[in-house]
C-alpha cells in the first residue's frame, strides 16, 4: 500500500515537472470544463461499540469531472472505488453471539463504488486552493468478514456521508485531502446498535 502511494505522487510529480518545462501557463487561468483521475489512501473505520478504536490504511482510486460556473464556484461529481476495513472487538459478544463460529478477533474488508458530488469554493483570487463541501452515496460492491456463518450481510449495501476537505489544483497536478463522515446506519443486522463509516481520503491526481 505504501509503495503504491509513493509511486503515485512520484508520478504525478514528474509530470508536473515535464509539462511545466514544455509548457508554461498561467497558474490562475481555468476552465469551464476539466476532468482528470485521483489515487490515493483512505484511512477509515467504523464508530460502535463493537468495533475497535483506531484507523485503518486502504486505497482508492476513481475519476472526476469540473464545471467551474464562475471565479468562485464550481461543481465536481466524481466516481470513485474506495476500499475501506474494520476491525471487531476480540469478544465476539460485543458484536453478536450467533454470529461468528467461535471468539476471537474479525476483520471485515468492504468495497464500495462512491459517487460524491461536490461544491467546489476557491479561496482567495488565484484558483490554485478550493474548498469542497458536499453528500457522497456510497454503493457497497463486495463484503468480506472473517468466519462469518453462511452468506449473512452484515452491512447494508447503500449508504450515504458528507465530505468536506480542500483541493490543490495545479496546472496539471491536484492534491487533496477530505475527511469523510457517515449519516447512515449501515448496520444489516438489526437495530440494536448503529455503525457509520468515518474516513480521511489523501490523494493526488492529474487534472486535463
Known sequence: MKH?????FLLVGFATVATAQRNPVNMDRENFFRFGAKAGVNINKISGSAYKDGFNYNYQLGGFLQFNFSKRFGLQPEVS???SESEFSTDANNVYNDIFRAGGQRQAKLNYL?????LNINVGSSKRVKLQIG????GLLKQ???SLRGNGQLYNKSSFAAIGGLWLQLPLVNLGA?????LTDINNIDDRER??????????????
Do not use: C, M, S
Not at 503504491?4 to 503515485?8: G, R, V
Not at 453528500?135 to 456510497?138: G, H, I, R, S, Y
Not at 455503525?195 to 486535463?208: H, R, S, Y
Open 4 to 8: 503504491i502511494i509513493i509511486a503515485t
Open 81 to 83: 472505488f474506495v476500499q
Open 114 to 118: 462512491e459517487v460524491p458530488l461536490l
Open 135 to 138: 453528500p457522497a452515496f456510497n
Open 144 to 146: 468480506t468478514v472473517d
Open 178 to 182: 477530505r475527511y469523510k463522515l457517515g
Open 195 to 208: 455503525w457509520k463509516n468515518q474516513a480521511i481520503q489523501i490523494f493526488a491526481g492529474v487534472t486535463l
